[in-house]
């Protein structure tokens, strides 16, 4: 069985529709100074979501199987990019916050340190250029 694959698709001007292996749909576009319309998020914002979002579900499975009770999770992103191209992201950082019912800070940061260090490959890819801190806060839920 052959492998699905990605695929990136031209929409005129400088939008593109991005394909998942997994059948999502995606807008791309640049921004108007790079002669795009704003149609869609950008390639680069979509590799610091990517990341986010990996890290994001490593935290909260690791955070479920230690029975922690979060009602809330989210990861704040902020990166910096070189100035000459390519490019790339030198650094970005992750702010977690986790709201929950006695929610442990010890099985918080062991989630978050295992997401960056061995289980979210977007992450480890991005670590190679950037270099990526993490830190995090626990709001006691209502």
């Not at 916050?97 to 340190?113: C, L, M, Q, Y």
Request: hydrophobic share 40%; glycine share 10%; with cysteine.
């Amino acid at each position: 069985m052959a492998a699905k694959t990605a695929r990136v698709k031209w929409a005129g001007d400088m939008t593109f529709i991005g394909e998942s292996p997994s059948g999502h749909a995606v807008v791309m576009d640049a921004g108007v100074e790079s002669g795009g319309l704003n149609h869609g998020i950008r390639p680069m914002e979509m590799l610091l979501l990517g990341a986010g979002g990996c890290s994001s579900i490593d935290v909260m499975m690791i955070l479920q199987k230690a029975r922690q009770k979060v009602t809330d999770c989210w990861v704040e992103l902020e990166a910096e990019r070189a100035e000459d191209h390519p490019k790339y992201f030198t650094k970005i950082h992750m702010h977690f916050v986790i709201t929950g019912v006695g929610v442990d800070a010890k099985h918080v940061e062991r989630a978050i340190s295992l997401s960056k260090e061995k289980y979210c490959s977007a992450s480890v890819q991005l670590g190679a250029l950037a270099k990526i801190t993490t830190d995090f806060e626990i709001r006691e839920a209502e």
